[in-house]
């Protein structure tokens, strides 16, 4: 059994919504509409290190602490990265759906973020509308209602009225 991989943490089982992606760290995917945007490892941590920041604007040195640690880079691979994933993403630099860039110093998400706990997947479906309609309201008096009553049998022949 390798002891070296910690176990998963909380962070790695963030996920994203952003715009119209989800970016799952856990599976470290990104999907739109149910189809999986195939974006390598460096483009991926990137991705999600802006994710994680937004809406602030991360500058360069964070990116290279961050997504390219105990590395010498220059913010040139930075920029030819952030053009990866904006063509995987289709992603307009002109007009940006996703990453904003601001000039010299890094970039940042335009794109509204929600972070979306991991837990969500396994909490019961939510209650049908049609279900909590005959119950009473909380402090209200329990009245019978009409689906709850069963109707009045039917008077048989020769029954007085």
């Known amino acids: 059994m390798d002891t070296s991989t910690p176990a998963a943490t909380d962070a790695d ?3 994203f919504q952003v715009d119209d992606l989800l970016i799952d760290v856990g599976q470290q995917r990104v999907t739109r509409a149910g ?13 999600v290190t ?17 997504v390219w640690t105990g590395l010498v ?14 063509t995987a993403l289709g992603d307009d630099p002109h007009a940006p759906r996703y990453i904003g860039g601001v000039r ?17 997947r396994s909490e019961p479906p ?9 119950e009473p309201a909380a402090g209200a008096a329990s009245e019978p209602t009409a689906s709850a009553v069963p109707p009045p049998p039917a008077p048989g022949p020769g029954a007085l009225g």
Do not use: C
């Open 126 to 134: 939510p209650t049908p509308y049609w279900i909590n309609e005959t």
């Open 73 to 86: 880079i220059s913010p040139e691979t930075i920029s030819q990265r952030i053009k990866l994933v904006r």
């Open 13 to 15: 089982q963030a996920r």
């Open 35 to 47: 189809v999986e945007i195939p974006l390598p490892h460096l483009s991926f941590e990137l991705l």
């Open 50 to 66: 802006l994710a994680r920041a937004a809406p602030n604007l991360v500058t360069f040195d964070q990116l290279t602490e961050r």
């Open 104 to 120: 010299g110093r890094g970039y940042r998400m335009v794109a509204p973020v929600s972070p979306m706990a991991e837990r969500r």
